[in-house]
């Protein structure tokens, strides 16, 4: 007998979509079958995913729970992030280790687990680990070591050098070189935030002497011009050490670009979009406590939002993320300049619909792609295909069951579950919506109620990471 058969649903990998049963022991998708196929041998539990699409357990590859990089910006916990995404569809998601400094890289990595492992974790979680500002040198060599126990992506800054909001979070390009030679080395990946911070401080003095503070004119503070001068650099250090190079938060057609000239010529680059960045504009900075809307690299204009639609469609990008930062409303509206505005937004949650309802039902996005950049994509740069992002037997039953005609509206307070008091999502509609997410074949959600146990979540070491 099988712990659970998930039956009727059409499932779909990166590949195809097909009218297919899975069945499930220990924690294991053991067997995919042909509709019917398993039900003589029996189940404890029958899921009936009639008229629903059966999708892999959605992976979010950039979160930041547990995190203060400032008095204003301070993460909600890993137990509210993971319940929050978890209600989303999101059964695994990739948070960050920081190292301050001088500080040891694995030592922090044990730090972050410790911290990570001491909550009710609502689902799986791997970690990047972040090196800030003028690292030393015995970190490039302990990449080796912290790739080996399973921490394989390391990430960088090129810009907060030492501004109000964020500072002393920058790296210079010699040691994100001597990064790249080792994760060339061992079997690891870069990932690097790509703002030019010289030119932001260009634009800083200038919007000052000019009397434009105000943190509206961020865009012009933080222009794509900025994103695109650190991603062609980081691209060259990627191209000529061999390192396969993740760019976070792509949000500038010239980044797109940019990558994709670099992965003609043969670079392992790949290109990392938000949710938030396809669809909210600039022009709402200009609101009333506009900074709600707030992240670095700031939103984009249409123009941008949609070549970055263009690329997920296209493949020219690679992964969907959240950027997840939730921090309090009063701590959200300290900054009112262009060089003090607090980053950061709350999004683990929304991540699938929303992209399901603008990609997929607006946009004609296909479910394949759908998967590919929520799922497959993001277990496959950073070392977990095969036990995540994928449907298959010996794959975690990591399953999300999203029904494509379910009308759903976010409201704050009601149907929300994030540790914060506010959401930019908040009388957002969608359509589609997941229904049902199973985490390791625990049923952890249905029919808009948690039916799960509680503390199930647990650390997934990544491998080395393939190449999309």
Not at 32 to 59: C, H, K, M, N, W
Not at 62 to 78: C, F, G, R, T, W
Not at 214 to 231: D, K, M, Q, Y
Request: with cysteine.
């Amino acid at each position: 007998m099988y712990d659970l058969i998930v039956t009727n649903g059409l499932v779909a990998d990166d590949r195809t979509v097909q009218p297919l049963d899975l069945a499930i022991k220990d924690e294991k998708i053991v067997a995919v079958g042909t509709r019917g196929q398993f039900s003589e041998t029996g189940a404890a539990t029958v899921v009936d995913a009639a008229g629903r699409y059966v999708l892999p357990g959605g992976i979010d590859s950039h979160v930041h729970y547990d995190l203060q990089i400032s008095e204003a910006m301070k993460a909600q916990s890993s137990e509210a992030g993971s319940r929050a995404g978890l209600w989303g569809g999101t059964t695994t998601y990739i948070d960050f280790s920081i190292s301050w400094g001088e500080e040891d890289l694995v030592e922090s990595i044990q730090s972050k687990m410790e911290k990570t492992n001491s909550q009710n974790l609502y689902s799986d979680y791997a970690l990047h680990a972040i090196m800030t500002g003028n690292w030393p040198q015995s970190n490039a060599d302990r990449i080796r070591e912290a790739i080996s126990g399973g921490v394989t992506s390391f990430k960088f800054f090129t810009t907060f050098a030492g501004s109000e909001a964020i500072g002393g979070m920058m790296t210079d390009d010699g040691r994100i070189y001597s990064a790249m030679l080792e994760t060339e080395k061992h079997g690891g990946v870069v990932m690097v935030h790509c703002e030019d911070d010289c030119i932001i401080d260009y634009n800083v003095r200038r919007l000052y002497s000019e009397g434009r503070e105000h943190f509206s004119n961020i865009g012009e503070a933080r222009p794509p011009l900025a994103e695109e001068a650190a991603v062609r650099r980081m691209l060259l250090l990627s191209e000529r050490t061999g390192s396969p190079l993740y760019i976070v938060h792509v949000s500038a057609k010239e980044s797109i670009d940019a990558i994709g000239e670099f992965r003609e010529k043969g670079a392992h680059a790949f290109g990392e979009v938000l949710h938030p960045n396809l669809v909210f504009d600039p022009e709402l900075y200009k609101r009333p406590n506009g900074q709600r809307y707030m992240n670095y690299p700031p939103n984009k204009t249409i123009e941008h939002r949609d070549a970055l639609w263009a690329a997920c469609e296209s493949g020219a990008l690679h992964t969907l993320a959240s950027d997840d930062y939730t921090i309090p409303w009063d701590n959200k509206m300290m900054g009112d300049t262009v060089d003090n505005v607090t980053g950061g937004t709350n999004s683990v949650e929304t991540r699938m619909s929303v992209f399901w309802s603008e990609g997929v039902c607006k946009r004609n996005l296909s479910v394949p792609r759908f998967v590919e950049l929520t799922a497959a994509n993001p277990a496959r740069i950073f070392g977990l295909y095969g036990t995540k992002g994928v449907l298959r037997p010996g794959a975690d039953a990591d399953i999300v069951i999203m029904d494509d005609g379910f009308a759903h509206t976010y409201k704050q307070g009601e149907n929300l579950h994030s540790d914060c008091d506010y959401s930019n999502w908040d009388g957002w509609e969608v359509r589609g919506l997941p229904v049902t997410t199973i985490l390791r074949g625990n049923v952890m959600i249905d029919k808009g109620e948690f039916v799960g146990p509680q503390n199930v979540g647990k650390f997934v070491p990544a491998s080395t990471p393939e190449t999309v």
